[in-house]
């Protein structure tokens, strides 16, 4: 069964950018599409992001130009960059097979704010 560890996230002005990492383990990693989750205070867990095995991104509208996903396979990891941030983009970062695994990691918190 898969685990994550995300990090990367922090404290950051509106505007402003950061780069997540999610680090994988326990899976065949190039096997298997990604996808980045976001958890906002009081709402439910969402999409954000996916990279498919081949490459493939998919972006949910209000990130689109805004956010990259990318994948290095020869360090199990997916990236989450993300520029041009907004108070609405602060939540807890989560990743996870495309086909969520059982277990989610810790996540990373992203706060936007002045």
């Known amino acids: 069964q898969g685990q994550f560890v995300e990090s990367g996230g922090g404290l950051v002005q509106p505007g402003g950018s950061l780069t997540l990492s999610c680090a994988a383990r326990?899976?065949?990693?190039?096997?298997?599409?990604m996808v980045w989750h976001r958890q906002a205070p009081g709402k439910q867990r969402e999409r954000v992001a996916s990279i498919s095995f081949s490459g493939r991104t998919d972006y949910v509208d209000d990130v689109k130009g805004r956010f990259t996903i990318s994948r290095d396979n020869a360090k199990n990891t997916v990236y989450l960059q993300m520029i041009s941030l907004k108070p609405e983009d602060t939540a807890v970062y989560y990743c996870?097979?495309?086909?969520?695994?059982?277990?989610w990691g810790q996540g990373t918190q992203v706060t936007v704010s002045p």
């Open positions: 326990g899976i065949t990693f190039s096997m298997y599409g």
């Open positions: 996870n097979t495309a086909i969520p695994q059982p277990y």
